[in-house]
C-alpha cells in the first residue's frame, strides 16, 4: 500500500513541476502592472493561482483569515505538505542530475562541491533519519550552529522532512547568545562543528557551543559535524559524530506531512531593546512567496548560477540561498569564505570559476571592496553575470554606481531590495530587466505587496510624490506569524502604533512614478528646529565626498534645536582628517539637502557598530552621540563589538 501511495505521489510531482518555472514569472512591465492590479483585486484568487503551481498532499479549503487586532494571519487554511518535497522531490524526474547546490570552501585551494538534486535528496533524507534515531520528532525544536558548509543546508532540510522547527544561530554569535536562543525556543538537539573556517581564522565552534550548553537543560543530544579536525572536549552521552551516525541510517525517509501553518522555522532578530525576537515563519505559505519572489525579482532562468553571498545564519540566507532557489529547481551557491581571503578579489575570482549569472550581495560589502585597488576586479572574468543585487540596508548612490560600473559593466540591471526577517521575503525591489532600477530606490513593490505612507497621525498619505512612515495594508503569505512565545510583544512591535497595518519600523519617501526610497529607520528620522529628518538622504549627501567610504548621522539632545546631528564618518585611507574636511562635508550636505540638515558634531571613525547582516545598529550610535556611556543594551549580534570602545574614546564631548 505504501509503495502504491508514493508511486501516486511520484505521478502528482511530475505533473506540477511542469507548471512551475514559466508560469510564475512576470516577464514585461505590462505584465507587472496586470499581476499588480490582479493581486491588489483579488489576492485570495491571485495567490490560489499562485500556490497551485506547488506539491500539496492536500489541497486548502480556505485562501485567507487574518485579523491584525489579536494578531493573527493564517495562509492555505487546511491545506497540507512538506517544503521539502517541493524543494527535493518533484525535481528527481525532471532535473535529478542538475546541480542543486554548488558549495565554494573558504580556501580556492579546496575543491568545490557540486550536489546533484538527487544527491542532496538522499543526503537530506539520511539525515533526517539520523535526527529521528537521537530523538527529534515532529514539533522539536532544532538549534543549528554550524559554518558554511553544505551540511547546514542539509541540516535544515532534513529538519523540515520530519516536520522538526528548525533554528539556525550564526556561527559567529557567542556562548551567551547562543545559549538564550536554544533556552528561548528550548530546543532539543543542537547540531553543530568542531570548529569553522573564516578566512584565517579558525572558529572553536564546538568550544563555544560547549560553554552555551553549561546552561541550557533543554538540549539532550550535539550531534557534531566534523570539518577542522581540531582538539575538541567531548560528552559521552550527549555528543555523537555526524559522520557515525549516518553510519547507522539509510536514504529512505518519507516526507511528514505538513499543515500549511505548522512552524517551519524560527530565526532571531535583534529588537531595538531587550531580547532578541524568536519570528516564527510557517510552511506553506513561505514556501509560495519564497520561490514566486526568487523567480520574479532575480528573473531566474533554466541553467542559470544563482549566488547569494549571505549566511544562512539570516533570513536572506533561508529564503534566498535554500528555500527559494530550491524550490523553483535553480542551482544555488554557498560559500564558506569572507569576500577578503585571500584577498580582495576573492568574489570576482568565484563568479568567474563558477560562471555566476545572478550575484546578490550586501552594501557593506560593496562598500568595503570599492576602497582596494580596482585590479582586484578587472583581473576576473565577469562577462557570465547578468543581474546584480543588493540587500541588508539601503545603497548609497556612490555605491550604486561603483557596482554597476565596475562590475555589472552597466549592462547588469541592479535589485536593491527592501525587507526583513520578519517579513520572509523581499517586499519592494526592482524585477530585474522587467521594472525599472533606479538609484539608491527599492523601487516598486512586488505583487500581493501593498505599501502605504503614513502621517505620524496613521492617516494615509494620498499624494504619489510624499514621504512618510512606510507601512503595509493587508498581509502577504510569508509574514512571521509570531514571535515565538511572546505574542503580545509581537501585537506591540508590529500592530500597535498603526492598528490595521503591519509597521516596518522604516520610513520612505515616493516619487512621482511610485517609486519608494527606504529613508531609514523611522526612529532614525531626527526632529531637528520642527523640521523631520531621514538619516539615510543626509548620510547619501556625505558618502558623496570623494574621500568618504560611508557614514552613519544620529540625532543628539540640543538645547535650542530639541535635537541636533551628529556624523560618524568613515574615511578612505590617506585622507587627511582635518577641520577643512568637516568644513566640506558640512557644505556639501547644506549644498545637497539644506543647511538644517549640516551635521552639528562629525566624529571620523574606523568603522560602525554593524550586525552580521550588515545593519549599522544606530541605538549604540544614538547613545554614545548623547554622552550615555552606561548600558548599551544587547550587543550580542554585533560583527565587531570591538568597535564600540574606539567610538567611544573618539566621541566629541564639545
Not at 555 to 581: M, R, S
Amino acid at each position: 500500500m505504501l509503495k502504491i501511495l508514493e508511486f501516486q505521489v511520484a505521478q502528482e510531482l511530475l505533473k506540477t513541476i511542469k507548471k512551475l518555472l514559466m508560469s510564475l514569472q512576470i516577464n514585461s512591465l505590462e505584465d507587472y502592472h496586470k499581476a499588480y492590479q490582479a493581486s491588489v483585486e483579488n489576492p485570495s484568487k491571485f495567490w490560489d493561482e499562485i500556490a497551485e503551481k506547488f506539491f500539496w498532499r492536500k489541497k486548502w479549503t480556505q485562501t485567507l483569515d487574518y485579523n491584525w487586532n489579536v494578531p493573527e494571519t493564517k495562509w492555505f487554511l487546511g491545506g497540507k505538505l512538506n517544503i521539502t518535497e517541493n524543494c527535493l522531490d518533484r525535481h528527481l524526474a525532471s532535473k535529478g542530475d542538475q546541480t542543486a547546490i554548488i558549495w565554494e570552501p573558504n580556501d580556492p585551494k579546496d575543491p568545490a562541491q557540486h550536489i546533484t538534486y538527487k544527491q542532496l535528496h538522499s543526503k537530506v533524507c539520511a539525515f533526517a533519519n539520523v535526527l529521528r534515531n537521537n530523538g527529534v520528532v515532529k514539533g522539536d525544536r532544532v538549534c543549528v550552529y554550524m559554518p558554511m558548509v553544505a551540511e547546514l543546508a542539509v541540516a535544515v532540510l532534513a529538519c523540515a522532512r520530519i516536520g522538526a522547527i528548525h533554528s539556525v544561530v550564526f556561527a559567529g554569535f557567542s556562548s551567551r547568545a547562543l545559549s538564550a536562543r536554544i533556552n528561548d525556543a528550548e530546543c532539543k538537539v543542537l547540531l553543530t562543528s568542531d570548529g569553522g573556517f573564516r578566512g584565517d581564522k579558525v572558529t572553536p565552534l564546538k568550544d563555544i557551543a560547549d560553554e552555551a550548553l553549561k546552561t541550557c537543560p533543554s538540549i539532550k543530544k550535539s550531534i557534531v559535524f566534523q570539518r577542522t579536525q581540531q582538539a575538541i572536549a567531548w560528552m559521552p552521552g550527549r555528543d555523537v559524530w555526524w559522520h557515525e551516525e549516518l553510519t547507522k541510517v539509510d536514504d529512505h525517509c518519507p516526507a511528514e506531512v505538513m499543515d500549511s501553518e505548522d512552524m517551519l522555522f524560527i530565526l532571531y532578530t535583534s529588537g531595538s531593546t531587550g531580547k532578541p525576537k524568536g519570528m516564527v515563519h510557517t510552511c506553506g505559505g513561505y514556501m509560495v512567496y519564497a520561490a514566486y519572489s526568487f523567480l520574479n525579482v532575480f528573473q531566474y532562468k533554466p541553467n542559470d548560477i544563482y549566488w547569494c553571498t549571505a549566511d544562512i545564519g539570516w533570513i536572506t540566507g533561508h529564503s534566498y540561498i535554500v528555500y527559494g532557489p530550491l524550490a523553483t529547481g535553480a542551482t544555488t551557491v554557498m560559500f564558506e569564505g569572507v569576500p577578503s581571503y585571500p584577498d580582495y578579489g576573492r568574489f570576482w575570482e568565484v563568479c568567474e570559476k563558477h560562471k555566476v549569472t545572478q550575484f546578490y550581495t550586501a552594501p557593506t560589502a560593496i562598500r568595503a571592496l570599492a576602497k582596494h585597488p580596482l585590479s582586484f576586479v578587472t583581473n576576473h572574468d565577469l562577462s557570465s553575470l547578468k543581474i546584480l543585487g543588493t540587500v541588508g540596508e539601503p545603497i548609497n548612490e556612490e555605491a550604486w554606481h561603483w557596482y554597476d560600473d565596475n562590475i555589472g559593466k552597466n549592462k547588469c540591471p541592479i535589485v536593491d531590495t527592501w525587507w526583513q526577517t520578519e517579513t520572509g521575503g523581499m517586499m519592494i525591489s526592482s524585477l530585474a530587466g522587467v521594472t525599472q532600477d533606479k538609484p539608491t530606490f527599492a523601487t516598486l513593490p512586488l505583487p500581493g505587496i501593498q505599501p502605504v505612507l503614513l502621517n505620524a497621525d496613521g492617516t494615509e498619505i494620498t499624494e504619489i510624490k510624499a514621504e512618510g512612515i512606510l507601512a503595509i495594508k493587508q498581509p502577504w503569505p510569508s509574514l512571521a506569524r509570531t514571535i515565538y512565545g511572546d505574542n503580545e510583544r509581537y501585537k506591540n512591535v508590529y500592530f500597535s502604533a498603526y492598528p490595521n497595518y503591519y509597521f516596518p519600523g522604516d520610513g520612505a519617501l515616493r516619487d512621482a512614478h511610485g517609486n519608494y526610497r527606504i529613508t531609514g529607520r523611522v526612529d532614525d528620522v531626527v526632529i531637528v528646529s520642527g523640521h523631520n529628518l531621514g538619516t539615510a538622504p543626509i548620510e547619501n549627501a556625505i558618502n558623496e565626498h570623494e574621500g568618504i567610504v560611508e557614514s552613519a548621522v544620529v540625532g543628539f539632545p540640543h538645547d535650542i534645536k530639541g535635537n541636533a546631528l551628529y556624523a560618524y564618518v568613515i574615511t578612505y585611507d590617506g585622507v587627511i582628517q582635518t577641520d577643512e574636511l568637516i568644513t566640506e562635508i558640512r557644505n556639501l550636505v547644506a549644498a545637497t539637502i539644506g543647511a538644517i540638515a549640516k551635521p552639528d558634531k562629525i566624529q571620523f571613525v574606523k568603522g560602525l557598530p554593524k550586525t552580521r547582516s550588515g545593519k549599522i545598529m544606530r541605538r549604540i550610535l544614538r547613545k554614545i552621540a548623547s554622552g550615555d556611556t552606561g548600558d548599551l543594551g544587547d550587543t550580542s549580534t554585533l560583527l565587531n563589538p570591538e568597535i564600540i570602545d574606539a567610538l567611544q574614546k573618539g566621541f566629541d564631548k564639545n
